[in-house]
């Protein structure tokens, strides 16, 4: 999915395509407008929820160490169900870095000295846990055979790939 530009730029880009049109608001009109797109009463409802004016963030994107090709894609793709976006190469006999996501989850793989530590650990939020992990069951990889585990902030799914990183997948108690 496609993160939407900043609501101020949204009003200032109604703006001018209205003036196109020789059609005048004002701008607190076009910012009310993007608020409505946005499924809230009015501008001061919705930068109140944008919080800290111009900084937001929109994604996180964990990057993971991978020192095989053939390992990482029979893990992230085969094993987890990931689809491959993307992947880079500078040349030539260069490292891969590519990204890989599934339902909203994006990760980066790298093969590149010095982007990410091997052993690191993702913690990741989810609905459906115990649904991934039966999936994941199903596919019966012969090098990892997760379970859930019912802690008290939720229930936790952990996974560890080739290279000794681990996403911990879990879902919130209500």
Sequence with gaps: MRPLPDPKTMAKALRTA??????????????????????VENWNV??????????????TCPI???FDEALAREFYL???GFQLDWEHRFGDNF???A??????????LSGHHGDATPGSTVFVRMHGVRAYQQELARRNYKHNKPGVEDAPWGLVMTVTDPF???IRFCEDKA
């Design 95 to 97: 490292p891969l870095y």
């Design 64 to 66: 993971l160490r991978i």
């Design 78 to 80: 085969g094993f987890l």
């Design 18 to 39: 209205l003036q196109k049109r020789e059609i005048d608001i004002p701008h607190s009109l076009a910012l009310d407008v993007v608020a409505a797109q946005h499924g």
């Design 164 to 166: 000794s990183n681990r």
């Design 99 to 108: 990204q890989v996501s599934r339902a909203g989850l994006v990760l980066h």
């Design 46 to 59: 919705l930068a109140a929820m944008i919080g800290d004016g111009d900084i937001r963030f929109s994604q």
